[in-house]
């Protein structure tokens, strides 16, 4: 957190003085008063300065990052293992990106623990307080090959339906997978899609319109 001592005749011309050096507005910044300052007898005499500490505020997107990437390397040290982790993050996510040999372990069957890992780091990170912010966490570029796959296994099942006239009926998915194949056909002429029952069985049908 960057900060700044600044010394002026009143706290406010202080914190004006500060804000322009940082170039910032007042709220992204938290206020310190070190002196309060007076003016002394008649203005001249015993006067004092004020004195300020201004620090620039760390988004916490920012901080969320940090938390995230802490509990993923406590983890998975815990673990044995050691990958790359790197992260990026903005007011809407954290996205957090693992690479290195072996790591299919961390993905699991279809993803499974992939979207377990992603949710403990979610309560992790949120847990402590703060807006609730989304985590995304992928390995290896596997969440976009699976999200190839489930397009094309979509277009697929919608094909066969056209030519069939008859409902298919999909592998359970996750909510996030089954949101994947509704977008993905939400325009295909001559078919519908509907998600049948519960969790973690749901999956979803493609029917003739």
Sequence with gaps: MKSIEVVARTVEEAIAEALRELQVERDDVEVTVLEEGNKGFLGILG???AKVRVEKK???????????LEFL???FGHMGLNPAITGQADEES???????????ILIGRRGQTLDSLQYITSLAVNRQGGDWMRINLDIGD?????EETLRSLAQRAAMKVESSGRRVALDAMSAAERRIVHQELQNFGGVITQSEGQDPYRRVIILPE
């Design 58 to 68: 760390v988004p916490e997107y920012e901080v969320k990052l940090e938390k995230a």
């Design 142 to 146: 596997y969440r976009a090959k699976r």
């Design 94 to 104: 954290v996205n957090l990106r693992i690479q290195g040999d072996d790591l299919g």
């Design 73 to 75: 390397g406590e983890l």
């Design 47 to 49: 006067s004092k300065q």
